[in-house]
C-alpha cells in the first residue's frame, strides 16, 4: 500500500486501569519502555500508513507532548478534539475533513497487537468490500463484536457484546477495519453513532467481510491483569514489537547499574540509569523503569517498576504495577494485580494484593494494610 491513511479512536476513559489512567490518557500509559500509542504507531508504519488521524474526546496536552506530529515514527498525525462525544461512528465525520476520497483504515486505540494489516488490505480488494473487519479468535467472545461469517468470509451476522446463548463462533472484531468512503452514507450525522450498534448490522450483506488473522498476537489492553500479561509479552517477544529488537542486546540498558549476586531474567527489561542493588532476582516479564532503584535481596516477577521509582530492601513484588516515582519500603509485598499509584508512598511492611490500588500521590504508613 502506499500513502494510506488511518483514523485511529482514542475516546475512551480507561477507568479500568486506574491508577494508571488516573493521571493521564491510556493512550500515553507506559507500557515497558514506551507509551502504549508507540506500538499501534509502530504497527501502522509497518503496514504502510503515513498519515493518522487521531480522534479523541479531549486533548491532553500531555498526549501531544508524548506522541506528537509523528515524525518519530515516521508518520504525520492530525490531532482531531471532538467538540462533543459521537460514539465510534459518529466520530468519523470529525476525522472527514482530513480524509482523501479513498479507502482508508480505522483502528480501536486500544489493541496490541501484530496482525498483518497489509494482507487484510488485500483480502478486502480481492472481495470488492466496503468494509472488512480483522478478526481474531478468542476464548471468550461476551466482551467483544462477535462475527459470524460466510464461508466466503462475508459477514453473516455481527452481535455488540453477545449474550452467552447468542455465542455460537470464537470469532471477534479485533478492532482494526478498511473502509470505503462509501460508509459514511451509513452514519447519520449529528447524533451519536455506534459503528458498532448501527454500521456492522447494517452493511451485514451489503459488502461487509471478515479477515481472520490466525497465529497473530491480539490484546486489548485495558485491564491491570491483561496490562501485565502484555508487559510479559512485550518482554519474552511473544508480540512482535520494536522491544523485541531492543532486547536483542540484552535485558540491561547500558546505562543501568546491577549489584554483586543479582540475577536478571533474559525476558526482563532494565532500563537507563536504572540501579539494582545487590542479591535482587528480576524475574521474567519485569520492567525496571528509567532511574528507578531496587533495593538488595528484592524479588520481582512479572513486576512493573516505573521511571524513578523505589524499591526497598527485601521486597517482593510479583504481577503488580509501581507508578512512576513512587516509593515502596523495605519488605513491602505486592501481587495479583496490585497498582501503586504514581508518586504514592507504600512504608515498610506492607502487604498489598488482592487487586488492591493506591491512588497517585497516597501515602501508607509502615505496617497498615495486609491485604
Ligand atoms: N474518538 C472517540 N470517540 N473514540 C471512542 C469513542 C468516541 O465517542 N467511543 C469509544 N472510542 C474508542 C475507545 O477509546 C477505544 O479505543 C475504541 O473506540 C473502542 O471502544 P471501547 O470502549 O474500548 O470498546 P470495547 O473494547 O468495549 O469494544 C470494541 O472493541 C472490541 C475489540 O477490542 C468494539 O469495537 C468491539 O466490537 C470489538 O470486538
Ligand atoms: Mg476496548
Redesign the pocket.
Known sequence: MTSTQAVI????KGTRLRPLTSNRP?PIVPLVDRPFMAYMLEWVASHGVTDVIM???FLADSMVEEIGDGSRFGLHITWVV?PS????A??LWYAKPHLRDERFLML????LTDMDLTAQVEAHVRTGAVGTLALVPVEDPS???LVRLHPDDAVRGFL?KPTPEQIDTDL????AYVLEPSVFDLIPQDRLVS??REVWPRLVGNGLYGSVHRGRYWM?I?TPTRYLEGTRDILSGRVLTQVARRLEDGPVDPSATVGDGSVVDRTALIDRGATIGPRVTVGSGSYVGPGATVGEEAILENAVVLAGARVGAKARLRDCIVGVGAVLGDGVVLSDAAMVGDGATVADGNVLTHGVRIGPGASIAPSTVWF
Open positions: 479512536l482514542v475516546g475512551g491510556k480522534c479523541c474526546g471532538e462525544p459521537r460514539g465510534t459518529g466520530a480501536n486505540g486500544d489493541v466482551a467483544y463484536g455488540e471477534i472484531s479485533a478492532g459503528i458498532e486489548d485495558g
